[in-house]
């Protein structure tokens, strides 16, 4: 990735159990401003540290996101059924949900069409359960090769993983991209070992804009109505 280019754009990092303890005071002090947190996998496996590392870094102010990691040969009603069931509810400043696509193994066999199928289905389902248009996490080549490039796709913001120094192919049906993680070797402070490392394509503003808004209270936004002095009879 050019660094002086992307310098002053968000950067962030996502995680799962396989990065171990994470000490979040020190990712929030290195710059990191969000964070995707896996969640689920297929029809029953729930992360074991998704709990734990949602709260902490919700407390240091780290804009937070969940994903889950689709397996198409696993009925996705019970996919969507595990996911919502670990997330339960987006929460104000929650980034939107993700549906992982990825791994070509795992969809051979399937047609581009019936792949993308499956994607917009559990985009959808999730959208309708949770309030919020999911985003779709994928590769250059898988989105072209496995999901056709489906026209349907571009309903969902891009998270592209593409390993470069240069800036990355945004495949079609895409004209840009929402996240990009640019590489999965990268070093966090507060994290032991490699970790992914991704920038959104935007300013502070605009990522907050992504996220889930503050329910406005009562009467806010509500142009206050006119006091007209009564007629004397």
């Known amino acids: 990735m050019n660094k002086r280019k992307y310098a002053n754009r968000p950067a962030g990092i996502d995680v799962s159990h396989h990065n171990g303890k994470i000490d979040w005071a020190k990712v929030k002090a290195a710059g990191i401003t969000f964070v995707y947190l896996k969640a689920t ?30 397996r198409p040969g696993v009925a996705t009603k019970s996919q969507v059924d595990n996911f919502v069931a670990a997330i339960k509810k987006l929460n104000p400043g929650d980034l939107p949900p993700v549906l992982d696509a990825e791994n070509p193994v795992l969809w051979e066999g399937l047609s581009a069409k019936t792949a993308a199928d499956k994607c917009v289905a559990f985009a959808e389902a999730v ?34 993983a593409q390993y470069r120094k240069n800036d990355p192919t945004v495949p079609k049906p895409y004209a840009t991209w929402t996240f990009w993680q640019h590489t999965e070797s990268g070093k966090c402070p507060g994290i032991t070992g490699n ?21 406005a209270k009562a009467g806010e936004g509500v142009a206050p109505r006119s006091k007209k002095p009564r007629r004397k009879a």
């Open 127 to 160: 959208k309708s359960q949770l309030g919020a248009t999911p985003v779709l996490y994928a590769g250059s080549f898988f989105i072209r090769d496995q999901l056709g490039g489906d026209a349907r796709l571009a309903a969902y913001p891009l998270w592209l």
């Open 41 to 70: 996998e297929g029809a029953t496996y729930k992360d074991p540290t998704y709990d734990d590392n949602y709260a902490q870094a919700k407390a240091h102010g780290i804009a937070v996101g969940a994903y889950h990691f689709f």
């Open 195 to 215: 970790c992914d490392m991704n920038v959104f394509n935007g300013t502070l503003e605009q990522l907050a804009k992504l996220t889930i808004p503050t329910p």
